[in-house]
């Protein structure tokens, strides 16, 4: 019975020996060795185009000696005279902008911020990297990319992902994560073509990503070199999509009557206003929550992201009419669009005052006593276990 086993043993060993010794074995694991060369050469060929940003700001009411906010992101180099493009919100507000280059740190200029598309475009005085290769195509779903950006400290971090297409508010959605520091970053299909330049996340820990498309930036930079900085149009509402079921009839002058329709359109989809800002364009014209708004300056709109989209590349100053339902009744409200005023970043000094720093401090501290008692107890109940 033990020589039988032995044999069996033997006859196995063989067995798998040849199995993973046979050439299409060895054809499959070749051909992941070549997978994996290659994705390693694309990744360390995209880093080349990906710079680390640090935006520093210094607390000047402290004086000397003082907490410096800093925020680490990433940029895009796009030509060999040192153009770099960012997330606008990485560098907007700071006292000084600094970009790797040659395994240092030098100040770079702000030349132009976008606030229509949340990009900025800097200049360094040094050229390092090699300028990216935008991708022309507008379409990309389903296809597997390469995210590319600083991650917890990785200059160029790659992340996998697919894309999953163009959003109504023209920004395109990738399901990739997107750590804070791979912010003006970007994303590349599996040729090196660059899809997109992070401008954020959205869902849970930032699961997805949101990217300004490719095919775009070329306007963007040759607006910001020739116009400087792109103001974007303010309402100061949020809306949500709303179907109406059934639809409800408007008749009379309205938008749709100035392209020859008939006077009487049934109107089945809009956004309803959740809240507007007071003070507001949106506040001043009059708009309520639980309007429905149908269309923008003769627009029609059905979509949160598509209504926000369209009010950032409003000029301000812009005088439109807001066509909206209201308890049924149609209303055209005249509305000037105003400027957004961009977020600027906050100073730890500024976000809490120090008594208030204390009492969290102090919130904390009995937080960790009360968790070093449970730990105690914890291991107090293992002991007798034992």
């Known amino acids: ?143 597997m990319a390469i995210a590319m950006g600083n991650a ?81 149009g303010f309402m100061g509402l949020t809306t949500r999509e709303f179907e109406v079921f059934p639809g409800i009839r408007i008749s009379g002058d309205h938008m749709f009557a100035s392209v020859g329709a008939a006077s009487d359109v049934t109107i089945e989809r809009g956004v309803i206003v959740t809240s507007t800002v007071p003070g507001s364009p949106a506040h001043r014209a009059g708009l309520q929550v639980g309007d429905l708004i149908f269309a923008i300056d003769d627009v029609p709109v059905n979509s949160a992201a598509g209504v926000a989209s369209f009010v950032r590349q409003l000029p301000p100053g812009r005088n439109v009419n807001v066509d909206l339902i209201r308890e049924n009744q149609h209303l055209s409200l005249p509305l000037k669009v105003g400027q957004k005023v961009p977020d600027t970043p906050t100073r730890l000094s500024e976000a809490m005052p120090a008594a208030q720093q204390t009492a969290v401090v102090d919130s904390l501290k009995g937080i960790l006593n009360v968790l070093k008692t449970e730990i105690t107890r914890l291991e107090q109940r293992i002991s007798d276990l034992e």
């Not at 074995?25 to 051909?31: E, G, K, L």
């Not at 109504?168 to 990738?174: A, C, H, N, R, T």
């Open 1 to 143: 019975m033990l020589k039988c086993s032995k044999t069996a043993m033997k006859t196995l060993l063989v067995f798998s020996l040849a199995v993973f010794l046979s050439p299409a074995t060895r054809a499959a694991d070749s051909s992941l060795y070549s997978l994996e060369n290659s994705i390693s050469d694309l990744v360390y060929g995209l880093s080349r185009s990906v710079v680390t940003i640090e935006s520093l700001n210094h607390s000047t009411a402290a004086g000397p000696g003082s907490p410096v906010h800093r925020v680490i992101s990433s940029g895009i180099v796009l030509d060999s005279v040192g153009h770099i493009l960012v997330s606008a919100k990485s560098v907007l507000g700071y006292d000084r902008v600094l970009v790797s280059a040659d395994n240092r740190m030098v100040a770079v200029d702000v030349v132009a911020i976008d606030h229509q598309n949340d990009l900025a475009l800097l200049q360094s005085p040094l050229w390092s990297g090699r300028p990216v290769e935008l991708a022309t195509s507008q379409a990309c779903a389903g296809r």
């Open 152 to 232: 917890f400290g990785m200059r160029s971090a790659p992340a996998l992902g697919f894309c999953a297409g163009i959003r109504d508010d023209g920004v395109m959605q990738f399901s990739m994560p997107v750590p804070s520091g791979s912010i003006g970053g970007g994303i590349f299909d599996l040729s090196g073509h660059m899809l997109g330049i992070i401008t954020g996340g959205m869902g849970e820990d930032n699961r997805m990503a949101l990217a300004v498309p490719s095919y775009r930036i070329r306007e963007i930079v040759t607006y910001l070199l020739s116009h400087g900085d792109r103001q974007s």
